[in-house]
C-alpha cells in the first residue's frame, strides 16, 4: 500500500482510521487500590456498574502522527461523516487530496457517505483487503489507548470517560509521531503471515 511509504506532495494529506466501539465506564463498587511494597499487586474490584459505552471514531494522521477523534453514542454512518467532517475543518483548501485508509464496513461507504464523499471530492478512500485490520495503522494508535488508559476502566460515568479519551487525545497530539513504516514493514509481516499458513497437500 504505497499511501503508507510514497512521499506525499506539499497539497496532500493521508489518514488511517477505524472505530474503537463499546467502551464501557466500568465504574467499580470499590475503589482501585494501588500497588504496594513487596511485591502486593494493584487490587481491582471486579464489580462494576454498566452505565452506557461510547464509540470512538478516530483518524491517525500518517504524516504527523497527530489524531482526530470524535466520540458518540452510536455508530453509524452520520458519526463517521463528522469525523469526515472533523478532519475538513483540519485543513485549508490548499490541501487538494486528503487520503482515507480504512476498512471495507458498511458504514464507511454507504449511501450517506458516498454522497458526502461526492460533495466533497478531495477525499480519496483507501480500503484495506478483507481480514487485514494490521495494515490500518491507527489499530496501533488504538492499542496504545487500550495499554495506558483501558486496560483497567474505571470512569464515573460516560461524560468522564468522553473526557478522558480526549485529554489523552490532546496529550498525543502535544508529542505525536507517525509510526515507520516502510516496504520492508510489509515484507515482514506478509513473510510471518505466511510461514504460519498451512502447506496445500
Known amino acids: 500500500m504505497d499511501v503508507y511509504t510514497r512521499d506525499f506532495g ?13 467502551l464501557q465506564p466500568r465504574t ?5 487500590k494501588p500497588p504496594q511494597a513487596g511485591n502486593q499487586p494493584a487490587l481491582l474490584e471486579h464489580e462494576y ?9 478516530a483518524a491517525f494522521n500518517l504524516r504527523s502522527g497527530e489524531v482526530v477523534g470524535v466520540l458518540r453514542r452510536r455508530k453509524r454512518q452520520v458519526e463517521f461523516i463528522e469525523l469526515l467532517e472533523a478532519i475538513d475543518a483540519k485543513h485549508p483548501a490548499s490541501i487538494r487530496v486528503i487520503h482515507l485508509v480504512c476498512d471495507n464496513v458498511s458504514v464507511h461507504h454507504g449511501k450517506l457517505v458516498r454522497a458526502w464523499l461526492t460533495a466533497h471530492p478531495r477525499f480519496q478512500m483507501h480500503f484495506t483487503p478483507v481480514h487485514c485490520s494490521w495494515m490500518n495503522q491507527v489499530e496501533q494508535w488504538f492499542s496504545i489507548l487500550q495499554r495506558r488508559r483501558l486496560s483497567a476502566a ?10 478522558k479519551i480526549l485529554r489523552f487525545i490532546a496529550q498525543c497530539n502535544a508529542q505525536a509521531h507517525p509510526f515507520r513504516w516502510s516496504k520492508r514493514s510489509f515484507d515482514r509481516v506478509l513473510a510471518k503471515i505466511n510461514s ?4 496445500a497437500a
Open 10 to 22: 506539499e497539497d496532500e494529506v493521508a489518514y488511517s482510521l477505524d472505530e474503537k466501539t463499546s
Open 28 to 32: 467499580r463498587s470499590h475503589e482501585t
Open 49 to 57: 456498574a454498566r452505565k452506557g459505552a461510547l464509540q470512538l471514531f
Open 154 to 163: 474505571n470512569f464515573e460515568d460516560l461524560q468522564d470517560l468522553e473526557r
Open 196 to 199: 504460519a499458513l498451512p502447506i
